[in-house]
């Protein structure tokens, strides 16, 4: 028994998307690292200012202060996509080609022109 009529659809392992809680589960890990080098920025920019080094203390300080906002927007940001292969085939969408063979006058698309008087014209005006 076939089953021409129907395209069975192949699902590869390869392609298969994470599960949601390891999805959650990695999203928490990247949350509570970049929080972890918060911290440490954070307790580095003390130490410089205590020790008076000035403007050094203001790079770890940044880094303190905007390291926040990342963590959140990377943990909120959801699932990822769909096509983990980085792009998609490409496929044309090209309208079906004409059938000549119902039309007398067709050239067999070798160029030229059909030769004889076009049909529907005559010849007017040479007595």
Do not use: K
């Not at 307790?43 to 300080?61: E, S, T």
């Not at 303190?64 to 990377?74: C, E, K, R």
């Amino acid at each position: 028994m076939s089953h021409s009529g129907r395209r069975s659809s192949v699902h590869v392992v390869t392609q298969a998307r994470r599960s949601l809680s390891d999805d959650i589960n990695y999203r928490q890990r990247r949350y509570l690292l970049m929080m972890s080098i918060r911290a440490v920025c954070f307790v580095i920019a003390i130490c410089l200012f205590v020790n008076h080094f000035g403007w050094l203390a203001a790079i770890p300080a940044v880094g303190a202060i905007f390291i926040p906002y990342f963590a959140v927007v990377f943990a909120n940001g959801g699932r990822e996509p769909d096509n983990t292969r980085g792009f998609m085939e490409y496929r044309p969408n090209l309208p079906a080609t004409r059938d000549s063979a119902g039309r007398p006058d067709a050239n067999e698309g070798n160029g030229s022109r059909p030769s004889g008087p076009a049909p529907g014209i005559t010849n007017q005006g040479t007595d």
